[in-house]
């Protein structure tokens, strides 16, 4: 089971490695970028991980949506992994507006194993095709949330933002999916 | 079947995206480290991947043998990936020396997502043990083989080596693989 794998690579590879840096790193991108913008005060220290169902996967949020709006990265957190000497790794922060246009700052992503998962239904060879890929991304979600939840290196700094396409319509569905999720912490 | 998947993550999310870039990082490389080092021009412009059979990585290559010293990075490959703006990619170069002292440099590493089954083997959630783990590096070999074999972005621009233990009392195993398969292609 393809997802099952890419989950527990995700999580043993990426999150357990990069979460603990997260409220560090936030800081020093706060003390760094002192505009006039109180956005963080109303945000979360969180890395939100976007899961879209139909593992459609963007590299940059704003074509997605126009409320959304790159802001700059977090620092870099330098890892030596497997040979590689200081394997960089970094977030991104993007501005969300809401409906009224009052803007909030977040750290958010797609979950990169999506792109992974995508792209082997797309290959003939890699052994399973776009009906079996829903499943995957379920699978996928289902497997993470519960390694994360068991996770103490993971803790309350991460939210998984489960995304089906019902709203694919609406031009402002990711920025408001991302906003209900911000606002349910606080 | 975890190591399937991994094999294919490998390919779609890094092998197929940096490969391409690897000749004029090298270059680059060459141009910036103009040193009394004429080691290149016997050396080979592939990525050397590492593929040890008990999934034993470590994260700094001169731990494993003091026959090779790290020398340097390339320079960065910067890519848009799924929301993180300019996600770093790069390699090491290190300098392998044989028994006669004689130095070549080369872009080697450890193929990561053998940490990830090394990993799993030992979380008793993940669903697989030790006796399985050499099965799945094994099946990880052969499918990134036969991936990268039919890929026109890859081609000639990678060499993996398969590293068994029997050696694993040679203080210079490591040393010696690496300099064999530079060898073997000229
Ligand atoms: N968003 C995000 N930012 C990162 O920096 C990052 N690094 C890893 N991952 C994801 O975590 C998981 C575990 O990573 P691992 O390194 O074991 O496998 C990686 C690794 O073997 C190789 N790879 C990817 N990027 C690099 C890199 N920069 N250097 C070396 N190897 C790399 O290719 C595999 C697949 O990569 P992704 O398909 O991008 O997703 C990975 C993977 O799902 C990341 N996800």
Redesign the pocket.
């Known amino acids: 089971n393809v997802a099952h794998g ?1 989950a527990w ?2 999580y ?4 357990r490695l ?1 979460l603990p840096y997260l409220e560090a790193s936030i800081a020093e991108f706060c003390a760094t970028h002192q505009t006039s913008r109180p956005n963080w005060s109303h945000s979360s220290k969180k890395l939100f991980i976007l899961i879209p169902l139909n593992a459609n996967i963007s590299h940059k949020l704003e074509e997605e949506d126009k409320n959304i709006h790159f802001y700059d990265n977090l620092p870099n957190t330098k890892i030596d ?2 040979g ?1 000497r200081g ?5 991104s922060v993007y501005t969300v507006l809401d409906e009224q246009g009052k803007a909030y700052d977040c750290v958010v ?1 797609y979950a ?2 999506l ?2 998962l995508y792209s082997m239904s797309q290959e003939s060879s890699a052994g399973f095709g776009e009906p079996e890929r829903r499943q995957q991304v379920l699978l996928f979600y289902r497997t993470l949330q519960d390694i994360l939840e068991r996770s103490l290196d993971c803790r309350n700094r991460y939210r998984l933002i489960l995304l089906n396409e019902e709203h694919g319509d609406d031009p402002h569905a990711l920025s408001k999916a991302i906003l209900r999720h911000l606002e349910q912490q606080e």
Chains 1, 2 share one sequence.
């Open positions: 890419l690579s995700f043993l590879g990426y999150l990069v992994r497997a590689v394997r960089v790794y970094k977030h992503e990169t194993p792109l992974t």
